[in-house]
């Protein structure tokens, strides 16, 4: 079991940065694979990053967001660069066991607002 608790979200304008964290709570932290997604209003959840045995990211986001984890203190950081109007969502730290399949647990979301 896994407890995901996300921070960091607020207001930015275009072009500037924010950083999020998620702290874990639970065992084994540093075997689970731990992710970003983000949902924007009326439209789909959808990721963003994510880091384990391999580090990936969205297109959209490519090049201006980072993320990061501190195994020793359990938590996961999203770096947040260059940012746009479309950044806008809830943003949601998400972790699995075993490298494949779906995300298991997920954490409460934080809100990230752009403004243009």
């Known amino acids: 079991q896994v407890q995901l608790v996300e921070s960091g979200g607020g207001l930015v304008q275009a072009g500037g940065s924010l950083r999020l964290s998620c702290l874990a709570a639970?065992?084994?932290?540093?075997?689970?694979?731990m992710a970003w997604f983000r949902q924007a209003p009326g439209k789909e959840r959808e990721f963003v990053a994510v880091v384990g045995r391999t580090t990936l990211y969205a297109d959209s986001v490519k090049g201006r967001f980072t993320i990061s984890r501190d195994n020793a203190k359990n938590t996961v950081h999203l770096q947040m660069n260059s940012m746009k109007p479309e950044d806008t969502a809830t943003y949601y730290c998400?972790?699995?066991?075993?490298?494949?399949?779906?995300?298991?647990?997920w954490g409460q979301g934080t809100q990230v607002s752009v403004s243009s």
């Open positions: 639970g065992r084994t932290y540093s075997a689970y694979d």
């Open positions: 998400a972790a699995r066991l075993g490298g494949a399949g779906p995300f298991n647990y």
